[in-house]
């Protein structure tokens, strides 16, 4: 299976370090708050409060990213939840964990090449993502 493609924000966090060109006509979503949408409860909504705050940090929390992470949430706490009661792992949701903690820059790999904004060299372009 392919990787998916790393979200534009993200390559512009770790440098660009593939040096393709950044792509002039993406859209840009306004960055929401980190109110924690009323369906989550349980693992999922402390899942919520520590993830939310991470990406709103980094301004990569937005309205178009915000319903991802509620299911990512959703998901994470109910497998949580499951192994907490002494139920086996289910290795196909884990998989499923593990691709969508990747679109969030989530896993060690995707984390690698990934700077503080404080740490950004080239601002200009980065500043059309990051204010």
Not at 33 to 57: C, F, I, Q
Not at 87 to 116: H, N
């Amino acid at each position: 299976m392919a990787n998916p493609r790393k979200p534009t924000a993200l390559r512009l966090l770790s440098g660009n370090p593939g040096k393709r060109p950044i792509p002039a006509a993406e859209p840009s979503y306004e960055p929401c708050t980190t109110a924690m949408p009323d369906w989550l409860t349980g693992e999922a909504a402390s899942l919520w409060d520590k993830l939310a705050n991470a990406l709103h940090v980094n301004g990569m929390l937005t309205h178009a990213s915000r319903d991802n992470l509620a299911v990512y949430c959703d998901v994470l706490g109910s497998y949580i939840d499951k192994r907490r009661a002494g139920g086996e792992a289910d290795i196909k949701l884990l998989q499923q964990i593990r691709m969508m903690a990747r679109e969030f820059g989530f896993t060690p790999s995707s984390q690698a090449g990934i700077s503080a904004p404080a740490k950004q060299n080239d601002k200009d372009e980065k500043a059309r993502f990051f204010g």
